[in-house]
C-alpha cells in the first residue's frame, strides 16, 4: 500500500484545500499569479495520486505530482518578476517549465476524464504552433515560440485566465459547500421531503426521483454523480413497485441532468457564465429557475403520460416517512440554503462570501443527527468525509477549467475564434435561427466528447459572439449555448446518465437512452422557447410577463410529452406534439 492511500494524508490535504479556497475569500484580495498556481498545486495529488492504481500509475503519478508542484510554486514565487515580462519568456529554463505546466494540465484532464478534452487542447496548441503554415482565412500570421508559451503560462492568458479564477474563488466554494451538505443527512433530507410531497400520487415513485435528483442535483451539479447517489434508492423503489426497467432508468438519468440547469450549483456553468458575461450571479441564478422548473414540470408531465400505458404505483403508505422526520432531516439543507440566500439577496453580500457563510452553517450541522440531536462523536468522521470529497470534486472540476483555459487562451493569441464566429455568421446567411441550429449541432457534438462545463465555455467563446451579433442579448445567448451542451447527457450514442442509470438496472442502454429522450424533451425545446419567448428568463425584470411566457411554455411542453409518450392513437397524438410547437413557437394563443 502506498503511503499516498493512507487516509489521513488525503484527510489532511481536503482540509487543506478547503481552508486555503476559504481562506481567500475571508482575507481579501491575493494576485492572481499566486491564488491560481497554488490552486492548481493543491489539485495535482488528487488528479494523479488519489485513485492511482498499479506499480506505473503511482510512480508516474509521483514525478509528475513533484514537477508540477514545483513549477506552480516557482510561478506563485515569482510573481512580482513574470508581470514584469508581460508574457514573454525570458530563459530556456523558463520556456522547460511553460512546456511542463501545459503538458501536466493537459495530463490531468486526460487522467480525470479521457482523451477528448485533451485532445481538443492539444489540437489547438498545434494550431497556435504551426497555424501560420495554414493556407487561406484560417491561417494566422504567427506567434514567437516564447511569447505565446509565456502567454498561456506566465500571465493571464491561459493556464491563470479569468476562467482559471472562477475555479479559483467562486466554484471551489461551491463545491466545498455542496461536499458539506452530502457529509450530513442533506441528502435524506432531500428524498424525506420528495417522498412526502410525491410518494403517494400515480407514478409516485417516479415523482420521488425527480423531486429529490432536483433537490439533489441543485448541490452537486453533476449528473453522474446525481444518478449515482438518488438512484441508488430510487432505481430499487421504482422497479419494486414493477415499473419497467427502461422507464424507471430513463426517469433518474432524465431527472439527475436536470441538476446542471438547477440554480445555485449548476454544474459549475453559472460561475462560469458570470466571467464571460458580466452579468452578476443573483441575475443568471433568476433568468435560470424558470426554464429550470419548467424543464422538471415537463419530466412529471411525461410520468403521467406513461403512468395512463402502465400501472405507476405511489409508494406505499408504510414506506413514506413520518411528519417528524420529514420536518428534522429537512432542516439539514434548508438552514444552509436559507443562509446562503440570505446572505446573496438580503444582505447583498457576493455569491462566494454568502456560500462561505453557509458552507460554516454545514459544518455545524454536521453535529447534529437526524434520530439523536447534538453527535458530537461522529463530527469528526462526517468532516473528514467532506474534506476528502470536497477535495476530490475541486479537483475533478479544476483539472476540466484549466485545460479548456489552454483552448480559450489559443483563441485568443491566434484570433480563431474571431475567424469561427465569421464562419457561422456566413454559414447561416446572416440569419438567426439557421445559427441558432448550427450552434445547437456543434454543442451537440462537442458536449458528446467534453464535459458539459467545457463544451459550454469552447462552445459560447466561438458561437456567442455570432449570436449577439444576430441579436441576441448576452445572457439569452449564454443560457441557450449552456443547455444545448447538455444534450450528451441524455441522447446516443454518448449518454453518461443513461449509461450509468442502465447499469445500475441491469437494461439496455440504447432502449434507456429512447425512453430518457421523450421524458427530457424539454431539454430539447426550452433553450429554443427561450428565444422565441425572451421573456421566459425575464423574472427579475419582468416578473409578470416571465409568469405568462412560463405558462405557454409549460402548456406547449405538456402537449407535446402527452403527443410523444399518451397512450392515444396515432394521429392525435401528432396533432398534440404540433399544437405544442404552435403554443412554444408563435405568437398564437391556443
Partial sequence: MSDFSRPVLWVALGVLTCVFHLGLIFYGLVPNLVSRPLHMALLLPWVFLFAATGRWRIISGAVITVIGLGCCFWVAWNHQMLRNQYGFLESTGQVWIAVALLLIAIEGARRMIGWPLPIVALTALAYGLFGQY???????SGTPLRSFLGTLTIAEGG???????VSVSVVAIFVIFGA?????????????????????LKGGAAKVSVLSSALFGSISGSASANVASTGAITLPAMTKLGYPKRLAAAVEAVASSGGQIMPPLMGAGAFVMVELTGVPYTQIMIAAILPALLYFFAVWVGINAYAGRYDLRGVPEYERPGTRDVVITSAFFLIPFTVLLSAMFALGFTPQYAACLAVLAG???????GKQGLNLAQWPGRLADAAVNAGKQVAMIGSIIICASIIIGVLGITGLGVKLTSVILSGSGGMLWPALLLTALACLLLGMEVPTTAAYVICVSVAGPALIEL???????????FWFALLSTITPPVCGAVFIAAGMIGENWLKVALTAMALGVGLYLIPLGMIANPRLIDLGGSPALALIATLRMALGLSLISYGLIGNATAGLRMALALMGLVVIFSGIWI
Fill in 471 to 481: 441579436g441576441l442579448e448576452p445572457l439569452q445567448a449564454h443560457l441557450f449555448v
Fill in 363 to 369: 459544518i455545524v450541522a454536521l453535529a447534529f443527527d
Fill in 134 to 140: 495554414l493556407p487561406g482565412e484560417f491561417g494566422h
Fill in 180 to 200: 458539506v451538505l452530502n457529509a450530513g443527512e442533506a441528502g435524506q433530507g432531500f428524498m424525506n421531503v420528495a417522498s412526502a410531497a410525491a410518494g403517494r
Fill in 159 to 165: 493556464l491563470w485566465g479569468s476562467l482559471t479564477g
